[in-house]
């Protein structure tokens, strides 16, 4: 099956999405089902830098609008407005966690996450942290959900001042080192594995 390319304008859609977003907050993406126009040449790289047609938006409130309209069905990526939906590409994650503040201490921790996009998500039940491991080199990746079905990838910086905050847990009937965030616990790698 070929996948259709949709050709309309940036501009187009940034202007469907400024009049989307208007009001408080973020538009109600999850209530819009429009019908599927193509996929659009726009790509978020795995640094969170956005893309159309091969160069970089350079405008970081037009990122920010797009972001704001983003949404998230099975492993598909799409902008949509009330009328219409456009795929597009996410090299990881659509966002990146570049900070992060932490109040409280032990289990009553709380861990508040601020994405390159301005988002702000504490982690805790309703946005879990994980962290996934490359097979070869045992490489930590962690994430943090920030909204319907949407994660960050945690920035390097952040990750090594997380680790700092992290602690010994039961968890699965074994010991592991991770975080606690909101009363829940987030695994990172078994006790045994640190070295």
């Given at each position: 099956?070929?996948?259709?390319t949709?050709?309309g304008?940036?501009n187009?859609?940034?202007?469907a999405?400024?009049?989307?977003?208007?009001?408080?907050?973020?538009?109600?993406?999850?209530?819009?089902?429009?019908?599927f126009c193509?996929?659009i040449d726009?790509?978020?790289?795995?640094?969170g830098?956005?893309?159309?047609e091969?160069?970089?938006?350079?405008?970081h409130a037009?990122?920010?609008l797009?972001?704001?309209?983003?949404?998230?069905?099975?492993?598909a990526?799409?902008?949509?407005t009330?009328?219409?939906?456009v795929g597009?590409?996410?090299?990881?994650?659509?966002?990146?966690?570049?900070d992060?503040?932490a109040?409280?201490a032990?289990?009553?921790?709380?861990?508040?996450?601020?994405?390159n996009?301005g988002?702000?998500?504490?982690?805790?039940?309703e946005?879990?942290l994980?962290v996934e491991?490359?097979?070869?080199?045992?490489?930590?990746?962690p994430?943090?959900?920030?909204r319907?079905?949407?994660?960050?990838?945690i920035d390097?910086?952040?990750f090594?001042?997380?680790v700092e905050?992290?602690?010994?847990?039961?968890?699965?009937?074994?010991?592991?080192?991770g975080?606690?965030?909101?009363?829940?616990?987030?695994?990172i790698?078994p006790?045994?594995?640190?070295v």
């Open positions: 099956m070929q996948q259709n949709v050709t304008s940036m187009a859609l940034a202007d999405a400024a009049a989307a977003s208007k009001g408080k907050g973020l538009p109600p993406v999850h209530l819009w089902n429009p019908p193509g996929d726009m790509r978020i790289a795995r640094d830098t956005w893309f159309y091969g160069t970089p938006i350079g405008r037009l990122a920010r797009f972001s704001t309209i983003l949404k998230r069905e099975g492993d990526y799409f902008l949509v009330p009328v219409e939906k597009i590409t996410v090299e990881d994650a659509p966002f990146v966690a570049v992060f503040r109040n409280g032990g289990d009553a921790q709380q861990l508040t996450f601020v994405t996009m988002d702000e998500a504490t982690a805790g039940p946005n879990p994980r491991r490359d097979p070869q080199t045992g490489e930590p990746a994430y943090i959900h920030i319907a079905g949407l994660e960050a990838l390097r910086k952040s090594y001042r997380l905050l992290g602690a010994h847990a039961d968890h699965d009937g074994a010991s592991w080192f975080l606690w965030s909101a009363g829940a616990f987030f695994p790698i006790s045994d594995e640190l």
